[in-house]
């Protein structure tokens, strides 16, 4: 529930930014680990007469499923193919899934999570190709967006653009322990169909996903978070199953950084908390505590900087916590 009254003396500058928190985005995510195949040369769609993967008895976590999936489809999704969107799919197992220019395998109870960059073109497709050789090609309408403009003024100089030596030096160093939070390569599918929930319960939203940020009157990359404004101090909660690939209080910008796998490329961060309360390689569940929310790095009051990426691209997370309500996509 958001709460729009509360806060409102607290909230006013809560935000961060974010330019030098991601590098070249597709320089943080590794290539997925997978085997070259064989061309085929026919990428249309045709019936598949093969059985299907019995997924219920071979998934590691059958409780994962998409709901409602059509099982004769060789693609069927819930999700949003819009920028910043993602989609959890199911698919054959082990089969290989090109989006884009990006190459990945499904999970061995067919899963595959795909997603769709802030921005990602209008029309996206995915090509497939089972363990059979067979292959299959489904093409997405990707929704645009519009994206608000987020200015932020006074901010200091070495938060922005000028830095010392040292301060290089230490986001250098921070950019070198994040790409190995990003490097995390859970290959099985924790999230479930019922999407996200939000980390923060009583929050007011002070930032969208995808907003063209000025800082002290220059032009910077988008915002690739949500920022939620709550007191310090204030719980924050896995959003999902996952496992914590990162957990630093040394950061340069974000001041502390918890990163969480959730499997097939698709890792939530988080941002500037006061305590950082999980250590890497812990295995987490959808609602326990990971950290209390601070102000900690460029931050202008007590927030989180909610954040999503699926293998190098910027996702919104809020998009996730409403799958429940969201169209299945399948193919015709
Ligand atoms: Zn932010």
């Known amino acids: 529930m958001i709460r729009t009254m509360v806060f409102a003396g607290i909230i006013a500058l809560a935000a961060?930014?974010?330019?030098?928190q991601d590098s070249a985005k597709t320089q943080d995510v590794p290539a997925p680990q997978i085997k070259p195949i064989a061309a085929k040369a026919a990428?249309?769609?045709?019936?598949?007469s093969e059985p299907l993967h019995d997924a219920q008895s071979s998934s590691p976590n059958p409780d994962a499923a998409p709901k409602k999936m059509d099982w004769s489809k060789p693609l069927t999704c819930v999700g949003q193919a819009v920028q910043g969107g993602a989609l959890l799919c199911r698919t054959y197992g082990s089969t290989y899934v090109t989006l884009g220019g990006t190459k990945v395998q499904s999970d061995g109870s067919g899963q595959v999570i795909l997603g769709f960059d802030r921005d990602a073109p209008s029309t996206v497709t995915a090509k497939l190709v089972d363990p059979g050789g067979h292959s299959y090609s489904q093409t997405f309408d990707v929704k645009a967006r519009e994206w608000d403009i987020s200015r932020i003024d006074g901010l200091p100089?070495?938060?922005?653009?000028?830095?010392?030596?040292?301060e290089l030096k230490r986001i250098r160093a921070a950019t070198a322990r994040k790409k190995i939070g990003f490097a995390s390569q859970e290959p099985v599918v924790r999230l479930t169909s019922d999407g996200f929930e939000s980390p923060v319960k009583d929050y007011i939203?002070?930032?969208?996903?995808?907003?063209?940020?000025i800082l002290n009157g220059i032009k910077k990359r988008p915002h690739y978070g949500v920022d939620m404004a709550a007191p310090a101090g204030t719980p924050i909660t896995a959003p999902a199953d996952g496992v914590v690939s990162l957990a630093d209080m040394d950061m340069y910008f974000e001041g502390s950084l918890i990163m969480i796998d959730h499997g097939q490329g698709l890792i939530s961060y988080y941002m500037h908390m006061q305590d950082v309360l999980v250590e890497p390689g812990q295995i987490i569940k959808t609602g326990d505590v990971i950290g209390k929310i601070g102000t900690r790095g460029r931050s202008t009051g007590p927030h989180l900087c909610w954040r999503l990426k699926w293998r190098g691209q910027n996702l919104d997370p809020e998009l996730l916590t409403k799958w429940p309500d969201q169209v299945q996509l399948s193919q015709d």
Do not use: D, L, M
């Open 16 to 20: 961060c930014s974010s330019e030098a």
């Open 205 to 213: 939203k002070t930032t969208n996903f995808g907003a063209q940020r």
């Open 157 to 166: 100089k070495n938060q922005v653009s000028e830095y010392t030596a040292e």
């Open 43 to 48: 990428q249309v769609a045709e019936p598949h």
